[in-house]
């Protein structure tokens, strides 16, 4: 399927700094792709560039086969020719207007009937699940509620493409997460083209068709939520996505057998072990980095009876968290952590021992 959105050679500058460098992406019409990573990687900018709210140096941008933005001609549309939609952090509603007008505003200022506005606002006022709340004062809702208002309004103009720019972030945890199932529903009930900003990674993992993970204004890598989860093919992915522990090793062997795994040594001497994992990312050299998550590791019950992936440890704290305890561990390595599921009990200090499923855990490159 052709690219709805693209993105090529991106770059743009603040002062001296590259902000985005290099950037290109494409989105498939009626998907939704999620840019995610730290304060500062870019995210934000790039976002701000597709909705024209930031002129670029380079690169140029399509929407739905038009160039919007193409620096080497010297083009770049403004914003409210570009056919966007944006929901911002702010919820940027209007006090002295209710629901209804609040909604209706973009479509006054672009001098639409009478008719048609009431006709666009009500069926956005459906699609957001506040068809009944139209004569409502609008800083009287909730924060969802009022979050639903923000997208409404920018889905009552029938944008081409829909832009979010962390638009949960102002919203309790239970709420947040109400509301990522009900933005899902909404962008696949409509069909709507959309590129979703976030920190935040569960928001991430649950909302994008791929999501695309930035760091110092490039990319690292791009794909589906398991693929970042259990494949990152970069340190930074690894530890940015869920909760990792990095191992550093010593590469010691590769798999005779057509199995795509590596044998890797961790530490030296008396305290060494050999760990078998699958290959991952990394590169054929001296030093590997081993990503273990927390759920890859089983606690055994007593001593094991072979030490083929297997680390020994001390309990240092253990917390029951509801659905899994979590076992930090110290070892000869770095204090790991080991998620258990239901309720488990370890006294500080006991030794224990951790075999860890080389079906799963993957070599990255070292840096």
Same mark, same amino acid.
């Given at each position: 399927?052709?690219?709805?959105?693209?993105?090529?050679?991106?770059?743009?500058?603040?002062?001296?700094?590259?902000?985005?460098?290099?950037?290109?992406?494409?989105?498939? $019409?009626?998907?939704?792709?999620?840019?995610?990573?730290?304060?500062?990687?870019?995210?934000?900018?790039?976002?701000?560039?597709?909705?024209?709210?930031?002129?670029?140096?380079?690169?140029?941008?399509?929407?739905?086969?038009?160039?919007?933005?193409?620096?080497?001609?010297?083009?770049?549309?403004?914003?409210?020719?570009? #056919?966007?939609?944006?929901?911002?952090?702010?919820?940027?509603?209007?006090?002295?207007?209710?629901?209804?007008?609040?909604?209706?505003?973009?479509?006054?200022?672009?001098?639409? #009937?009478?008719?048609?506005?009431? $006709?666009?606002?009500?069926?956005?006022?459906?699609?957001?699940?506040?068809? $009944?709340?139209?004569?409502?004062?609008?800083? &009287?809702?909730?924060?969802?509620?009022?979050?639903?208002?923000?997208?409404? +309004?920018?889905?009552?103009?029938?944008?081409?493409?829909?832009?979010?720019?962390?638009?949960?972030?102002?919203?309790?945890?239970?709420?947040?997460?109400?509301?990522?199932?009900?933005?899902?529903?909404?962008?696949?009930?409509?069909?709507?083209?959309?590129?979703?900003?976030?920190?935040?990674?569960?928001?991430?993992?649950?909302?994008?068709?791929?999501?695309?993970?930035?760091?110092?204004?490039?990319?690292?890598?791009? #794909?589906?939520?398991?693929?970042?989860?259990?494949?990152?093919?970069?340190?930074?992915?690894?530890?940015?996505?869920?909760?990792?522990?990095?191992?550093?090793?010593?590469?010691?062997?590769?798999?005779?057998?057509?199995?795509?795994?590596?044998?890797?040594?961790?530490?030296?001497?008396?305290?060494?072990?050999?760990?078998?994992?699958?290959?991952?990312?990394?590169?054929?050299?001296?030093?590997?980095?081993?990503?273990? +998550?927390?759920?890859?590791?089983?606690?055994?019950?007593?001593?094991?009876?072979?030490?083929?992936?297997?680390?020994?440890?001390?309990?240092?704290?253990?917390?029951?968290?509801? &659905?899994?305890?979590?076992?930090?561990?110290?070892?000869?390595?770095?204090?790991?952590?080991?998620?258990? &599921?239901?309720?488990?009990?370890? $006294?500080?200090?006991?030794?224990?021992?951790?075999?860890?499923?080389?079906?799963?855990?993957?070599?990255?490159?070292?840096?």
């Amino acid at each position: 399927m052709a690219a709805f959105v693209a993105v090529e050679g991106l770059r743009k500058t603040f002062g001296q700094s590259w902000a985005v460098d290099d950037v290109n992406f494409e989105v498939e $019409e009626g998907k939704l792709l999620v840019l995610l990573g730290p304060s500062g990687c870019g995210k934000t900018t790039t976002l701000r560039c597709v909705g024209g709210l930031e002129q670029p140096e380079h690169g140029r941008i399509v929407i739905d086969g038009e160039d919007v933005t193409n620096a080497a001609k010297g083009l770049f549309l403004q914003p409210n020719v570009r #056919g966007m939609g944006m929901v911002a952090q702010s919820y940027a509603i209007w006090p002295h207007m209710n629901v209804f007008e609040n909604v209706a505003f973009p479509l006054r200022m672009q001098k639409f #009937g009478k008719s048609e506005i009431s $006709e666009r606002v009500r069926e956005a006022l459906n699609v957001v699940r506040l068809g $009944e709340l139209g004569g409502r004062n609008a800083t &009287d809702l909730s924060g969802g509620q009022q979050q639903r208002v923000a997208l409404a +309004r920018a889905i009552v103009g029938r944008p081409k493409v829909l832009l979010f720019d962390e638009p949960l972030s102002n919203l309790d945890a239970k709420l947040r997460e109400e509301m990522r199932y009900l933005l899902k529903d909404i962008q696949r009930e409509i069909k709507i083209t959309a590129i979703y900003v976030t920190h935040d990674q569960a928001e991430a993992m649950a909302l994008g068709d791929e999501l695309l993970v930035m760091n110092e204004g490039r990319i690292e890598q791009r #794909g589906s939520a398991k693929s970042l989860y259990c494949e990152p093919r970069t340190r930074f992915v690894a530890d940015f996505i869920g909760v990792a522990n990095l191992l550093e090793g010593t590469l010691v062997g590769e798999s005779a057998n057509g199995e795509d795994t590596l044998e890797v040594k961790l530490g030296s001497g008396d305290t060494s072990r050999i760990l078998k994992v699958l290959r991952g990312s990394a590169e054929t050299r001296r030093d590997i980095t081993i990503l273990i +998550r927390p759920e890859w590791v089983r606690i055994l019950s007593g001593q094991p009876e072979s030490e083929n992936n297997v680390i020994r440890g001390f309990v240092d704290k253990c917390q029951y968290l509801g &659905d899994r305890t979590e076992v930090l561990v110290n070892t000869e390595y770095l204090t790991m952590r080991a998620w258990i &599921d239901g309720a488990a009990e370890f $006294e500080d200090g006991q030794e224990i021992f951790m075999e860890i499923d080389g079906g799963k855990c993957i070599a990255l490159p070292a840096n």
